[in-house]
């Protein structure tokens, strides 16, 4: 088993209702550690840059203006098969389809607003990692 780290955000319908500590919950009792974590406000030219894969979806400006219509909580989380273990973590993009006991099955609103984002493979967790923090931001 590989120790990885992956990518990850609280989205803003959960910093909203005050539910970061709740999150965080779930990551640390599936094994993941936290190994940096911020509190920041997305603008415009983040949020559009960080989804631009996106950019042709008819949900890429209604993604853009959730993401920076609260703070959200950027996070770096290590562990075994972090990346595969934080998307079983989290659940399906839509909550309507999320397994019982995940974060989107328990706190998701809707598709759009399904409270955390999780990179989806090796490459785009370090990209993803890169973008929001310097080296000397992760300490493990
Ligand atoms: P995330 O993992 O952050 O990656 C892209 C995001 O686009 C996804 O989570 C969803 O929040 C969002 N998304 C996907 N499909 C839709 C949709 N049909 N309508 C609005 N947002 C969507």
């Known amino acids: 088993m590989a120790l990885e ?3 990850s955000i609280i989205k803003p319908d959960a910093t909203r209702r005050n539910l970061t500590g709740k999150i965080n919950a779930k990551f640390e009792e599936a094994g993941l550690r936290i190994v ?11 949020a559009g ?3 631009s894969v996106h950019a042709e979806r ?10 920076v219509s609260e703070p959200v909580v950027v996070q770096v989380l290590e562990g075994e098969n972090a990346i595969t273990r934080n998307r079983e973590i989290m659940g399906a993009t839509n909550p309507a389809d999320a397994a019982p006991g995940t974060i989107r099955a328990e706190f998701a609103e809707s598709v759009g607003e399904n409270s955390v984002h999780g990179s989806d493979a090796p490459e785009t967790a370090a990209v993803e990692i ?9 300490v493990g």
Request: net charge negative; with cysteine.
């Open 36 to 46: 940096a974590q911020k509190r920041i406000q997305m603008t415009m030219a983040q």
């Open 130 to 138: 890169a973008y929001f923090f310097s080296g000397l931001e992760l």
């Open 49 to 51: 840059e960080f989804y």
């Open 5 to 7: 780290r992956t990518f």
């Open 58 to 67: 008819p949900f890429y400006g209604e993604l853009c203006e959730f993401m």
